[in-house]
């Protein structure tokens, strides 16, 4: 229905915005990927949109990218998740790493998402398997890419012994690019015994 808005930044409230087209405001949800990348208020902007229709309101939601409106598409059909979850996946979220999510089956990423329990997660998962990457194509191929690095390999073992994501990730920061898998876990298990 509304698939498009390019007007005047009139508020920034997260998530909501108030853009003016041609003097009539539109209120829009955007996801927090999309807030970050808004300008200041008074400036031109250009939305992606998405209309979701429910029994007590009309909501439009917006997105700085086709592949956001996509990935928020997708998620609406998993039985379970609603607009204001879907979201809350974007905005805990990028595109590329709910695919790389979806593709590699990982729950753990999705759950620490607020909203998303351990079954809500799953179904997920099991749901947009598939799909998710055929609507996306782009950002399937730049996650595969991401999953092939040995980084995120040594990031889940590191995650999966315990340790937080902001103690693995500067663990990894200092490994080089080009270590194996093993070796690098051994190297971060070293420096984080460090600590």
């Known amino acids: 229905m509304i698939a498009h808005l390019s007007g005047t930044l009139l508020a920034k409230n997260p998530p909501q915005i108030v853009l003016d087209v041609h003097g009539v405001g539109y209120e829009l949800d955007v996801p927090m990927s999309t807030f970050y990348k808004l300008p200041d208020t008074g400036q031109p902007v250009s939305l992606h949109t998405q209309l979701v229709i429910r029994e007590d309101a009309h909501v439009l939601f917006g997105f700085a990218t086709q592949d956001e409106k996509h990935a928020f598409r997708q998620l609406l059909k998993v039985s379970g998740i609603g607009a204001r979850t879907a979201l809350a996946v974007l ?10 999510a979806v593709t590699l ?3 753990a990423r999705i759950i620490k ?3 998303i329990g351990k079954k809500t997660a799953e179904r997920l998962l099991l749901e947009l398997r598939d799909k998710l990457a055929a609507a996306l ?19 889940n073992a590191l995650l ?9 990730a500067a663990a990894i920061k200092a490994l080089p690019d080009e270590i194996s898998v093993s070796d690098g876990i051994r190297t971060a298990l070293k420096s984080l015994s460090r600590l």
């Open 91 to 100: 905005s805990g979220m990028s595109v590329e790493e709910l695919v790389q």
């Open 105 to 107: 089956q990982e729950s």
């Open 113 to 115: 998402i607020p909203g």
């Open 137 to 155: 194509p782009a950002a399937a191929a730049s996650a595969q890419a991401g999953a092939a690095r040995p980084a995120n390999d040594i990031l």
């Open 160 to 168: 999966a012994l315990g340790y937080s994501e902001r103690e693995a």
